[in-house]
């Protein structure tokens, strides 16, 4: 059974740092392109970014309002993905989604979340 | 590419079909000739699954009631007869290129 569970977040201040984990389980992790989606309290999905496999390069992409400051890395050898924010911003406030990609951008599972607070 | 869904608001009486529109501001057919066009569901309280990709093909257990159509920058999702269970946001999103794309959601809510 496919698992991708979440962990990191918490309340931190605006211009702070915070990294995010997904534990994968279930599936061949180094094979697959992971990404990260978040939805602020009570607004839709936003894309942050994702990483390919290390097989197909391991480059990441990142949505506008986070490249330069949000970096995505995994650990294929422990099965987790991660996602360092840095100069967070009180608009980063989100729960922040671990996804499995399966093609071009489809991801068909998802975690269950993790909440992020940015807030002084 | 910029998503834009249609209606944002969509309530239902049970039974009778829905219909909910997407439009991508560039074409999401690639040269394999599909859409990299996704439907996801998120139910109250819960996370975001698939329901259609590629434009047509319903995800692993996703009911048949659902079925999706469209290529290039027009897509539909309908619902042939709708079912408590199928309370939620519906978001359109283009799998294409990177960054990917969300439409706003829509909101779907029985009468």
């Known amino acids: 059974e496919v698992q991708l569970v979440e962990s990191g977040g918490g309340l931190v201040k605006p211009g702070g740092s915070l990294r995010l984990s997904c534990a994968a389980s279930?599936?061949?992790?180094?094979?697959?392109?992971m990404s990260w989606v978040r939805q602020a309290p009570g607004k839709g999905l936003e894309w942050v970014g994702r990483?390919?496999?290390?097989?197909?390069?391991?480059?990441?992409d990142y949505a506008a309002p986070v490249k330069g400051r949000f970096t995505i890395s995994r650990d294929d050898i422990k099965n987790l993905l991660f996602l360092q924010m840095n100069s967070l911003k009180t608009e980063d406030t989100a729960v922040y989604y671990c996804?499995?990609?399966?093609?071009?951008?489809?991801?068909?599972?998802w975690g269950r979340g993790t909440l992020v607070t940015v807030s002084s | 590419i910029v998503m834009t869904q249609s209606p944002l608001s969509l309530p239902v009486t049970p039974g009778e079909p829905a219909s909910i529109s997407c439009r991508s501001s560039?074409?999401?057919?690639?040269?394999?000739?599909?859409?990299?066009l996704d439907w996801y569901l998120q139910r109250p309280g819960q996370s975001p699954q698939l329901l259609i990709y590629?434009?047509?093909t319903r995800a692993s257990g996703v009911p048949d009631r659902f079925s999706g159509s469209g290529s290039g920058t027009d897509f539909t999702l309908k619902i042939s007869r709708v079912e408590a269970e199928d309370v939620g946001v519906y978001y359109c999103?283009?799998?294409?290129?990177?960054?990917?794309?969300f439409g706003q959601g829509t909101k779907l809510q029985i009468k």
């Open positions: 996804i499995r990609v399966i093609l071009g951008g489809t991801s068909d599972y």
């Open positions: 279930g599936f061949t992790f180094n094979n697959v392109w």
């Open positions: 990483i390919k496999s290390t097989t197909d390069g391991g480059t990441t």
């Open positions: 560039q074409s999401l057919l690639y040269s394999n000739g599909h859409s990299y």
């Open positions: 590629l434009g047509s």
């Open positions: 999103m283009q799998a294409l290129q990177a960054p990917h794309t």
